[in-house]
């Protein structure tokens, strides 16, 4: 791909991504807002995203509101803070006058600090839950038995042992109630033994498969496969929801993308993922890109599961995102003090240096698999 193709790449991908990422943004700001202003903290500025102004007004309670130009991610600054991740500047605060302290953040009791953090990712969960019930509601869960229809010849499936009319019971252990939950079991698992328990003729039957690497058709990715095939569209169930049914189903979604989230960074972690797997902005924008072919309604879906991603990810114990700010919040609840002005400088520098590390090495790995498209 020549420099010009990405470019042209990336203003046919924006759109998709923008409609995408908006909501989640908004909503995650909107929980913080929300609840400092319950909490009487006064509100300077409620911005999505970051940079220049392109569209601004005032409430009347003189936050300023507005659309900035660079759209990734976005920031609601209180009353004394120095900057948009709400690092307090002793000095600065000290300046402020009585009345301006009784409604700035950082002269807020330690756990009203700690709920307005925390309602940023908690108002992500909620907008996925909502996401996903509405659709529940809307059109039902399609659910597809965990039957094999086929085994396609020469496949990690056949070499098995594994047979078309088998009943996939467990892999890894891990207990298979739907078809579709097979390729997520196994989809980090190329060139390794996993184990595969099969009802066959009412007996389980325990095999051992090697998945291999196959393109993935819906993104193009490649990741682990056996080679096997689920039900025909004839055989596939719809199960319907009523509105607290969806919710719940909803709920057990989200917390099944949460653990499956902590899996991925687990393996990660340990060496046994790649980082060429990890996307960035450029990457999202391309799976948005392609949701929104499928349809507009898949790109709210797709929403839903980055809305959880956001709200997990801002959790994480790092100087800079709202788990940061917890942390910092846990050590003054049991000190019965902040940590010191120094101790938080460092900190959150070296917070910013990590995720700022993050984005680029994310953001080369989506402009290399661009180049090689």
């Not at 009203?112 to 953090?117: D, E, K, S, W």
């Amino acid at each position: 791909m020549l420099v010009s193709d990405l470019i042209t790449w990336i203003i046919n991908n924006m759109l998709p991504f923008l409609l995408m990422i908006t909501p989640v943004v908004f909503f995650h700001e909107l929980g913080h807002f929300l609840v400092a202003r319950a909490c009487g903290v006064s509100i300077e500025t409620f911005s999505i995203g970051f940079g220049p102004a392109l569209i601004s007004w005032n409430d009347r309670k003189g936050t300023l509101w507005k659309i900035s130009l660079v759209p990734l991610g976005g920031y609601v600054k209180f009353l004394g803070d120095t900057n948009v991740v709400s690092f307090p500047e002793a000095d600065q605060s000290q300046q402020l006058s009585a009345q301006e302290k009784a409604s700035a953040f950082a002269f807020k009791p330690v756990y009203q600090r700690a709920l307005i953090v925390v309602a940023g990712p908690v108002a992500n969960f909620v907008l996925a839950i909502a996401i996903l019930a509405g659709f529940l509601m809307a059109s039902g869960s399609v659910v597809i038995a965990p039957v094999v229809h086929k085994v396609v010849p020469g496949s990690p499936a056949a070499a098995a042992g594994i047979h078309a009319g088998d009943t996939v019971v467990s892999v890894n252990g891990k207990t298979i109630d739907t078809f579709d939950q097979i390729p997520i079991a196994i989809w980090d698992q190329a060139g390794r033994v996993v184990s595969v328990v099969v009802q066959r003729q009412g007996k389980d039957i325990s095999l051992h498969a090697v998945p291999r690497l196959s393109a993935n058709k819906e993104f193009g990715q490649r990741v682990a496969q056996l080679g096997i095939e689920g039900p025909t569209s004839k055989d596939w169930k719809t199960v319907r929801y009523g509105p607290i049914s969806a919710v719940a189903e909803a709920s057990r979604q989200t917390w099944s993308v949460v653990q499956q989230t902590f899996e991925f960074l687990l393996k990660r972690y340990s060496l046994q993922l790649n980082g060429d797997q990890l996307r960035g902005p450029l990457g999202i924008a391309e799976i948005s890109a392609q949701v929104a072919q499928v349809s507009w309604l898949s790109l709210f879906r797709l929403a839903a599961f980055v809305s959880i991603s956001v709200g997990l990810i801002n959790l994480f114990p790092i100087p800079v995102l709202d788990g940061g700010h917890l942390l910092y919040y846990g050590c003054e609840a049991v000190l019965g003090r902040p940590l010191g002005a120094r101790a938080q400088d460092v900190g959150f520098r070296l917070g910013l240096a990590f995720i700022l590390g993050l984005f680029l090495f994310a953001t080369w790995n989506d402009i290399a698999r661009l180049l090689t498209q």
